[in-house]
């Protein structure tokens, strides 16, 4: 059951006198909302919510919802009773719940946004999972649900990553994984971000975005935004050519499950993206090019399918022999009827696949027994027969009812005993919409019931000058006071004794923690640092903490507050001065003192001052 309220949680009671109530139902509404000023920092610029895009605030939308609630109501009411019948129709009655289950998840695990024009941007949350913002191989998953109910948003999504990638932050011939950890978009926070290509996934997401756009052209049966990307699209699609069909030792949206070299099923997503750009090709009247690329991946199937071939099913990885794995990337070659895979293909491998699934599900694959619930209704989804739809969906909806785990809709559990394994409350859940984009024409209905969105999307804004005034590791290992103990009260006072702290050069932590610059070794719970520095007055100062923290962290200087971070960073990121501690600063000797909190994983800390001057 779920677990009782904490006894210090804040808590929220509401009461009504309906007065006297008789054979005539009395009804009344309360209204909940959540009110944000601004959402995210996009590159710098801090974004409204888009519900505030023409200057509402929290006031004028409650006031609309009052008026408009009976109107709002019937509309719910009618959109539920058309789509819950069309899902049913589409895979039964335990499919349409299951939909109706990851809805409102899917939604809500996103972030909408107006950009400097008013136009929406839409922005994944990595909900438990490493809190990234922008994911591509998150909005992949996600994507089905919102390229049949509003394929505006899906472009609202995808264009934040095509101005990232098309712009010179970005150094590499292959699709970023993200856009930095939200709710800050500035730049990419996963593997080795912008410095490195270690811990990349360079196929997945080449593909992913290439398949997503193709997906678009084809809810708006129009090209416009991948001309829009042209250049861009071609280059991720020359990526594949060059690195898609074997692919080399590297991660893939399922990166719990580690590095895999020769993965087949990346394989397909590869040559798959492949034969989208063709097909994008085509529709942008590139003939040629849609010729060449399309036949290029009708001919990366033929050796795919002799490379992976284990008897009666294929494998999971092309050198390894009695190993499988869900093939779930063979569904949009039937949803955007690409024609580049023999259907004998998708038929073998769903006998195996109904042959081999536990009481909970059908596993990811061989290594283990936990799943993805979002892969299984794509791979249900592969063959287009109902029957094989429901039994390997069916069991997905035993395992929510029968699961013991009280938590939000989870998309990875154990197949054989209905636990959670892990995620939770995420966006990726919307794939399982996914059969209801194998009718194209109930795919077209809904697709054109959603609001278009006209006007052009603000470019990307142009990132900061930014000044170093005092200094971290990545420049200079400088010497701090540091204490693991618990201080007496005072600790970030300029005149608190340190005379019996230890000296280390920065920074602080453990070697490993992803872009950390470890000078001195740190790795219990908690550390106190201190650190002197001479200091001269800025012109029109924008002072920021130039910060690397794993994990909590507060910053004092001169014993005021100036910064308080939660979670952690995988890079030195930028936070805002407190305006009290700017005005603290003198010239001369200053100090600047943290405190750093580790509960698990890896663990760091260091921090400079830095001038921030904005170009627009």
Known sequence: ????????????????????????????????????????????????????????????????TVNDYSKIKRRC??????????????GGRKYALICALAYRQCIAANKIVADDNGMPLMFSKENFSNGCMGTADVFYPMAPQ??????????????????????????????????????????????????????????????NMLILMAAIAKAENTADLSGRYWPLLTTWAEYLKAKGLDPENQLCTDDFAGHL??????????????????????????????????????????????????????????????TWSQKYNLVWDRLLDLKVFPEAIVQKEMAWYRKVQKTYGLPLDNRSNYTKLDWIFWTAATTGNDDDFAALTNP???????????????????????????????????????????????????????????????PIPKPPVIKTLIETARTKAFDWVYTTTQPSDGWMKPDYDTSGWLHGPAGFGTKGTPGAIVGTTWNSSDIWLRRSFDWSPQDNPQLHLLIHHDEDAEVYINGVPACRTSGYSTDYELAPMIPAAAAALRTGQNIIAIHCHQTGGG?????GIANVIDRQ
């Open 77 to 90: 009411e009618a959109f539920d009773q058309e789509l819950m019948a069309d899902l049913t129709e589409a």
């Open 261 to 322: 070299a020769h993965n087949v099923n990346l394989s397909v997503k590869a040559i798959l993206g492949m034969a989208c750009y063709g097909r994008l090709a085509a529709m942008l009247g590139h003939d040629d090019v849609a010729e060449q690329y399309h036949t290029m991946a009708v001919n990366y199937a033929g050796q795919w399918q002799e490379m992976a071939d284990d008897g009666d099913h294929y494998r999971l990885a092309f050198d390894k022999p009695g």
């Open 396 to 458: 997905v909806f035993t395992f929510l009812n029968e699961t013991t785990d009280r938590v939000p809709m989870t998309d990875w559990y154990w197949t054989h005993n209905a636990r959670m394994r892990g995620f939770q409350a995420r966006p990726v859940v919307g794939g399982v919409f996914i059969r209801m984009l194998g009718d194209s024409k109930t795919w077209s209905r809904w697709a054109k019931k959603a609001d278009p969105v006209t006007g052009k999307w603000a």
């Open 146 to 207: 919102f390229l049949l109910l509003n394929p505006a948003l899906m472009k609202a999504t995808v264009v934040p990553m095509l101005d990232y990638a098309a712009s010179d932050r970005w150094p590499f011939p292959f699709s970023p994984h993200d856009l930095g950890t939200y709710p800050h978009a500035g730049k990419q926070a996963y593997g080795g971000g912008e410095r490195s290509e270690e811990n990349q996934m360079p196929v997945e997401e080449c593909g």
């Open 1 to 64: 059951m779920p677990r009782a309220v904490n006894d210090g949680a804040p808590v929220l009671a509401l009461m009504w006198d309906l007065k006297n109530v008789s054979r005539n139902a009395v009804s009344c509404q309360a209204i909940l909302a959540y009110d944000d000023l601004f959402s995210v920092r996009y590159f710098g610029r801090p974004l409204r919510p888009y519900w505030r895009r023409n200057g509402a605030d929290i006031h004028d939308v409650l006031a609309q």
């Open 603 to 607: 663990q760091y800390i260091d921090a």
